[in-house]
């Protein structure tokens, strides 16, 4: 599963943060980054439903 965040998208809401149950985001310089250690993401796709600007698209690899 890969999760990509577009930068050029992303305001740094921070809904994301929220909404994913791994804890697998951070707000870093105003944008959102993806951090999925050791495989903890759980294929939810809260983090791309949930995105108010479309900036985050989860697929599978």
């Known amino acids: 599963m890969a999760v990509k965040v577009d930068a050029s998208k ?13 804890e697998l985001f951070k707000i870093e310089a105003g944008k959102s980054r993806f951090e999925d250690r050791r495989g903890y993401c759980q294929k939810c796709r809260a983090c791309e439903l949930n995105c108010p600007q479309s900036a985050i698209k989860v697929a599978d690899d």
């Open 10 to 22: 992303c305001t740094g809401c921070g809904l994301c943060a929220q909404v994913c149950p791994s």
